[in-house]
């Protein structure tokens, strides 16, 4: 099944400590997306890329930066890692920007 | 600024009765609107969607319903299900006008129950 994977599914990590959050995509979508969702809070989206275009949120914290080597991995380091940024990241895919976006599981980050 | 909301946070309802779930926007040029489910633990899963041409659109138990005019739109499940107790999220974006900057934006979640 076409699908969108995000390893690992639970993440802890130490203030300060940089981290990795990895997702990747069968579906063959353009548009690869990170959010961050905090609890009873609606997703908040990070950044997303269109094919190798990079599209930063203007809010989204200098801390956070993404790579896409190629069209189905899609990566969200985290510099430095506070507290506050414990949340679950989600990755989506979509085949274009404003369509239908799939989600992977989630990774939950907890910052110790 | 939140463009989308929902404004329950939580619905509890009989099993075979209808759930209705509402949501409210702000922006006039959203055009796409969404309704993903989400179970805890698991990211949100796509369940049905309505462009502003059509003010209805039906798959199965579920039914959205748009209201361009009062910028509503609302998720009817019937009958309902224990299986449907989920978390529903409705998101909205500007599919005519899109561009490579645009996005979705989403609500906050209703929580919905459905008791045996």
């Known amino acids: 099944d076409a699908m969108v994977i995000q390893n690992p599914r639970y993440q802890v990590t130490q203030f300060g400590k940089p981290v990795t959050l990895s997702c990747s995509q069968t579906?063959?979508?353009?548009?690869m997306y990170w959010y961050q969702q905090k609890s009873s809070q609606a997703p908040k989206l990070l950044f997303h890329y269109y094919d190798k275009d990079f599209n930063n949120e203007a809010d989204t914290p200098d801390n956070f930066q993404s790579r896409r080597p190629n069209t189905s991995f899609c990566f969200l380091d985290i510099r430095s890692p506070g507290l506050g940024d414990a949340a679950m990241y989600l990755c989506?895919?979509?085949?274009?920007?404003?369509?239908?976006?799939?989600f992977g599981p989630g990774t939950r980050l907890l910052v110790l | 600024d939140q463009q989308v909301k929902q404004n329950s946070p939580s619905l509890s309802v009989q099993e075979g009765r209808i759930s209705i779930l509402n949501c409210d926007y702000t922006?006039?040029?959203?055009?796409?609107f969404l309704w993903y489910k989400k179970y805890p633990a698991e990211g949100p899963t796509f369940l049905i969607s309505i462009s502003s041409i059509k003010d209805k659109n039906e798959d199965g138990r579920f039914t959205v319903f748009l209201n361009k005019s009062a910028k509503h739109l609302s998720l009817h499940i019937v009958p309902s299900q224990p299986g449907d107790s989920a978390v529903y999220f409705c998101a909205a974006s500007a599919l005519t006008f899109s561009n490579t900057g645009n996005q979705f934006y989403f609500g906050t979640g209703t929580s919905l129950t459905v008791i045996p």
């Open positions: 989506a895919t979509s085949i274009f920007v404003g369509e239908t976006q799939y």
């Open positions: 579906l063959n979508h353009n548009v």
């Open positions: 922006n006039s040029m959203f055009d796409y």
